[in-house]
DNA sequence: TATGAATGAGTCTTCATTCAT
DNA sequence: AATGAATGAAGACTCATTCAT
């Protein structure tokens, strides 16, 4: 075999490939990867249906390019968040500061997080980017919840399921709203039960005090 | 235009259209919904393509059918618990053996979980069902809770965050599995958490001693 | 090759058979021949769908005796004139009375007369039955017209051509409706040209004065 | 949905946008729309069968196209009549000699005539093709009549009863041959009846002299 | 006779990918 | 490097007709 695939080096090139993977992100995350073929693709991007083969292997290529480039804003916003302040006191602050804006970024991109998020779990590349990712985030957490001086005990797993316990508040505010259902009291429920996870944290304060 | 799904009336054909349910939501569920064609779903089942559309509107329906009769097994294993017993002391108890329960069961039918649980996310009638399922599962629970004297405080949200909870944490086990993250203590501190989201039971059964 | 089509015998058979070529003929004159299907037929004329082959060749067969049936009603309400008192003065109210109903009875069964003409052209069969009506009752005209003194000068020839701008008209204003077309005036063009056809009335009729 | 017809570029591509009308077009002509399928079209076309979809919608669209492309050629013939000479001596000559060469025409296409009538009785969009056409040739002879001092009373209803006439001759004369009927008269019958809706021609000219 | 279940070839259409230019 | 024309296998779905009961 050989490789067909080329790595682009002029400029414009460059900004081609860019185009492609700008387009059709775009558009499987708004139709769904079955529902967007590669004409429309090419089409959005303005370019020829041909050369996106001399960029990418095949469709699927185009969108893991994609998801490497667009995945971490879209599906980790927590990673822009200022911890620089985190403290016993302002915990609570910022995790509820945090949902409110991971609401409105899922409002904004609802159709791209569904799809994603449909994709996560019906193919193993994508799955695969994500699992990493998620690793990569928590460490990333913990390290910064460390330097605050939270205790380090399961501090790794702890940050772990504090995200999986946001990432499903969010999707049931977002997705399903039902008018028997109080989402503001949903919000401090999880919220307690997160703070609940750190209790190293009133005690380093408490014993402070 | 004409209604052009008939009902079965004769015994063999009931079986027949049953045998077409079983065989299509299982291949969906074993190799996705756009892997899976119809002559697949027929070749299975042991009957021609062209009988399908005598039984169902098309393949979406056929999933759908097999949705109504196996989704409740599937992914709400937490109906077929035995709450006789469910108090204060036995509420961990019963919550752990569920879970360890629940991660049989995923890893039984580990890809169909997958593939439904994607579609969930990009198939709004998939979605709608489980969005309908959950609120009466969470009802049911939460009447199962009252009835044994669980706070009625925000009883409905806390129960259908325990269940999300559930769900996240079942789901990380079964797909998740990394080698620097420890989910025996990653279990322990989400039964922690859900166990926290109950005061209730607890400070009656105190102030009853 | 054997016998398959069996004619009925027992009242009932006779009524379910004049029932299915009722539905048959009915469904074909409303959504056109290849748009309706044997099970529709079936369903309507509330039989099952089996059992259309015991009496029919097949779906063709049963328009075809729809046509031999209900053909001669909708193609050739010239026959239901009472021409007994044909005369040189009588003539042109005849003709034009014809007209107007022969339009009303058009717009009746507007579809029908569609999809039948449509399958004059496209089915030999349906041609053939229409190409010996047409003679037959060509000749019917005829044979009146001669006992009310026409005179016989190419008598069945100018009849022919009489039921052809006949039907050219009523065609005409049913179908093309024309806000810049005066169809009054379209009416007296052909009335007169019909007329015209037979100056035999006028010169027997002024001689007679 | 995104627009999925294309035009065609490319000089080749044009030539085989062309020949896929072509032989779309013929096919249906001497098959029937029904009894023709996608795939022999592209055979004859020698194209593939995808190609048909990038340049039409759908197998309708090719016949539509053809019937823009040939429709007028095969239906109008009398546009091609030099009318230069047009008088009441000469009417009469150039009205038998154009129903001698639209009976030749006829001849030729007999079957794509039958099959295009056909469709225009049930299929909307064709008769709406023809709808239009009539009134636009009706309209361009009015002109030219109106040019060759015809008076001008009723002149476009006049002249489209003509066509009429013309049309149901000639459909006659090619497909209902039968022994008994002389058509030789009957085409002197019409045509006298065409030169009677027009006695101003007469008068004209009498007068004149 | 009658049912309606069953067949399976046939239809239109789509689309990722390759090819000729 | 780029175009867009071309491929053709594959897909969902239909339906006249036959078959088992």
Do not use: W
């Amino acid at each position: 075999m050989e490789e067909t695939v080329r790595k682009p080096v002029q400029k414009r090139a460059i900004l081609k490939k860019e185009k492609i993977i700008q387009a059709g992100f775009d558009l499987i995350c708004q139709k769904g990867y079955y529902h967007t073929n590669t004409r429309e693709i090419a089409d959005k991007a303005g370019v020829s249906t041909g050369i996106i083969y001399q960029y990418f292997k095949d469709k699927h290529d185009i969108f893991m390019e994609g998801l490497s480039i667009y995945g971490e804003e879209i599906f980790f916003p927590i990673l822009k968040i200022d911890f620089s302040n985190l403290s016993f006191d302002s915990f609570e602050n910022i995790l509820r500061q945090f949902i409110l804006e991971d609401i409105q970024d899922h409002k904004l991109s609802k159709i791209a997080h569904e799809e994603i998020t449909a994709m996560i779990h019906s193919d193993s590349d994508v799955a695969n980017y994500f699992y990493q990712k998620e690793l990569e985030v928590t460490e990333e957490l913990r390290q910064i919840f460390l330097s605050h001086h939270f205790s380090d005990d399961d501090l790794f797993e702890k940050i772990h399921v504090m995200l999986s316990f946001i990432d499903s508040l969010c999707h049931e505010i977002i997705y399903h709203q039902h008018e028997n259902m109080n989402y503001d009291k949903m919000t401090d429920i999880v919220v307690k039960a997160i703070i609940g996870l750190f209790p190293g944290i009133k005690k380093k304060n408490i014993t402070s005090i």
